[in-house]
């Protein structure tokens, strides 16, 4: 019978070597440093090494620090990937008062650190030098994590990691406690939310608490997509995107996605929800989960998370903001399907206009003249505004109705027709005739 003996070695494989013949020398156990050993070989030529057994193995969490093991050899099989030996300077440490590493991304030769209040950049397998001037140099080392630098401004990534999407070399992220979302790319860390947004990411992040930032790259749409979702049910998710190529926050979206991510020029998110589910003898909640492919042709439009949507887009008309204006129509460019549900400035507001019908008699052409709905000249569809608002002292009124909407800004609000079954309804853009208001 083959003997067993009792190997203290760690930061190993254990190789066991039984022999078809009984003779107890022939079975063996050795300490292997390679994935594929001598397994099947008679003997070993492994000479004896020295090693240290501690007993108290006690756990120590380094919040703010890294370390790296030895290397893979693909060539040799030698994998020491399992090896952090305590006696050799394998860890980094970060600056402690920025706050936990919450996240890190490799990228070509060096590697970025993310923690709470700050972002660095490790240096991998080389170091850096500085002039006399300061100026830092790389240069080769045999270092694998070199010199630690950090970029400038006071920004981290907080406590979500979630937020984080990367396409090319711009990496996106928030900073929930400066209300900020930020871009690290090559000329270092920017505002993003300062394009228009301020105020808005400042209430939003600020209110976000133990909640989560979800972020995801579009790269059909080359977005920077974000959603906001925060613990509490009282405040209401927020999902929106930016475009960097108009430097703006370009849209918001009604879903509220798990995960968000690019495959292969593909757009897809991931929804979770607790379900109950029988197993045996029991009813347990479990996680669901599915996936989605966005701008699919092959689906039915505006359907998302098992619900049916309704197309709107929300538009804004602020020219001239210090003027008191009299918006007198409404136009768009697209397809026929579009109708006006609403028209709000910060004093009237506008009756709602049809979806444009195309009349196929003379009959339905002058039924078509009374009604208010869009009218079709040039491949471009327009519409008078019809003020719905109470009159006030001063104002002259003609007829049942005020024709023009005065304001000094507007609030629009179009809707797609048969979403699900009208296929592709385009809308490229929408625009305002106005006045200076005489009152």
Same mark, same amino acid.
């Given at each position: 019978m083959a003997f067993q003996i009792q190997i203290k070695y760690y930061n190993t494989y254990v190789l066991k070597k039984l022999a078809a013949s009984t003779i107890q020398d022939r079975n063996w156990y050795i300490e292997e440093a390679r994935i594929r050993g001598g397994y099947n070989n008679v003997q070993t030529g492994l000479s004896p090494r020295a090693f240290l057994v501690s007993e108290d193995n006690a756990q120590e969490s380094l919040s703010n620090s890294i370390i790296y093991s030895g290397i893979f050899n693909s060539r040799t099989g030698i994998n020491q990937?399992?090896?952090? =030996?305590?006696?050799?300077?394998?860890?980094?440490?970060?600056? =402690?008062?920025? &706050? #936990?590493?919450? @996240?890190?991304?490799?990228?070509?030769?060096?590697?970025?650190?993310?923690?709470?209040?700050?972002?660095?950049?490790?240096?991998?397998?080389?170091?850096?030098?500085?002039?006399?001037? &300061?100026?830092?140099?790389?240069?080769? %080392?045999?270092?694998?994590?070199?010199?630690?630098?950090?970029?400038?401004? *006071?920004?981290g990534i907080s406590t979500n990691p979630e937020s984080f999407a990367v396409y090319g070399y711009r990496k996106y992220f928030t900073d929930a406690r400066q209300g900020s979302v930020l871009r690290l790319s090559q000329d270092g860390l920017t505002e993003i939310s300062n394009y228009g947004m301020y105020d808005f990411f400042r209430d939003q992040l600020g209110s976000l608490s133990s909640g989560k930032a979800i972020g995801g790259y579009d790269i059909h749409n080359k977005c920077y997509t974000l959603s906001l979702q925060p613990s509490s049910d009282v405040l209401t998710p927020e999902t929106l995107s930016f475009?960097?190529?108009?430097?703006?926050?370009?849209?918001?979206? +009604?879903?509220? =996605?798990?995960?968000?991510? #690019?495959?292969?020029?593909?757009?897809? +998110?991931?929804?979770? +929800?607790? *379900? @109950?589910?029988?197993?045996?003898? $029991? %009813?347990?909640?479990?996680?669901?989960? $599915?996936?989605? *492919?966005?701008? #699919?042709?092959?689906?039915?439009?505006?359907?998302?998370? @098992?619900?049916? !949507?309704?197309?709107?887009?929300?538009?804004?008309?602020?020219?001239?903001? #210090?003027?008191?204006?009299?918006?007198?129509?409404?136009?768009?460019?697209?397809? =026929?399907?579009?109708?006006?549900?609403?028209?709000v400035t910060n004093e009237d507001q506008a009756n709602s206009v049809s979806v444009f019908n195309m009349p196929l008699s003379l009959a339905q052409m002058e039924n078509s003249l009374l009604k208010n709905e869009f009218k079709r000249k040039e491949d471009?569809?327009?519409? $008078?505004?019809?003020?719905?608002?109470? !009159?006030?002292? &001063? *104002?002259?009124?003609?007829?049942?109705?005020? +024709? &023009?909407?005065k304001g000094f800004f507007a609030t629009v609000l179009l809707e797609a027709t048969n979403t699900a079954t009208s296929g592709t309804n385009e809308l490229f853009a929408v625009s305002t005739n106005y006045k200076e208001s005489s009152y």
């Open positions: 990937s399992n090896q952090f =030996p305590s006696g050799q300077d394998i860890t980094r440490t970060v600056d =402690p008062s920025k &706050g #936990s590493i919450q @996240k890190l991304y490799a990228e070509d030769t060096n590697l970025t650190i993310f923690q709470e209040r700050k972002v660095n950049r490790a240096l991998i397998d080389k170091d850096a030098i500085y002039t006399q001037e &300061g100026v830092p140099v790389q240069t080769t %080392s045999n270092v694998v994590i070199g010199a630690i630098q950090p970029y400038a401004g *006071e920004f475009d960097e190529n108009i430097r703006g926050w370009t849209s918001r979206y +009604s879903y509220v =996605p798990s995960n968000m991510f #690019s495959i292969q020029n593909n757009f897809y +998110s991931t929804t979770r +929800s607790v *379900e @109950k589910v029988k197993r045996f003898n $029991d %009813s347990s909640s479990v996680l669901i989960g $599915d996936i989605y *492919e966005h701008y #699919s042709t092959n689906v039915t439009r505006a359907f998302f998370y @098992k619900t049916q !949507f309704v197309s709107q887009i929300k538009t804004i008309f602020n020219a001239n903001p #210090s003027l008191v204006k009299t918006f007198q129509t409404i136009n768009y460019e697209g397809a =026929p399907n579009w109708s006006m549900t609403s028209f471009k569809y327009f519409a $008078d505004l019809v003020n719905t608002s109470a !009159f006030t002292q &001063g *104002e002259v009124i003609f007829g049942k109705s005020i +024709s &023009g909407v």
